[in-house]
């Protein structure tokens, strides 16, 4: 298993940006995927961002297309969410997740380990 916290969540105004980050420790972190969900009050978690274990495969929600940019640096075990043009509907919880197998990229069950969450408040 691998350990995982997030940092960098915060309150931003519309249109603004944030950038979010993951540590990972205990486990090779270049050897999975890694994917970023998050969880609005009342809502299920849903998807955002994925990206496989050397960073050649990315895929995101329609929701945050052209705006969110996930990467990874397997140098320092951590991955990246970049948050632009944010919007109030982006408020949410924002959980790092590590992918240990195959399985469908954007489903949580798929996901082995959580980090605690990091909240994103988007005011309008």
């Known amino acids: 298993q691998v350990q995982l916290v997030e940092s960098g969540g915060g309150l931003v105004q519309a249109g603004g940006s944030l950038r979010l980050s993951c540590a990972a420790s205990?486990?090779?972190?270049?050897?999975?995927?890694m994917g970023w969900f998050r969880q609005a009050p009342g809502k299920e978690r849903e998807f955002v961002a994925t990206?496989?274990?050397?960073?050649?495969?990315?895929y995101y929600a329609d929701s945050v297309k052209g705006r969110f940019t996930i990467s990874r640096d397997n140098a320092k075990n951590t991955v990246y969410l970049q948050m632009n043009s944010l919007k109030p509907e982006d408020t949410a919880v924002y959980y790092c997740?590590?992918?240990?197998?195959?399985?469908?990229?954007?489903?949580?069950?798929?996901?082995?380990?959580w980090g605690q969450g990091t909240q994103v408040t988007v005011s309008s």
């Open positions: 997740a590590a992918r240990y197998s195959g399985g469908i990229y954007y489903d949580p069950s798929n996901f082995g380990s």
């Open positions: 990206i496989s274990s050397g960073g050649g495969s990315i």
């Open positions: 205990g486990r090779t972190f270049s050897s999975y995927a």
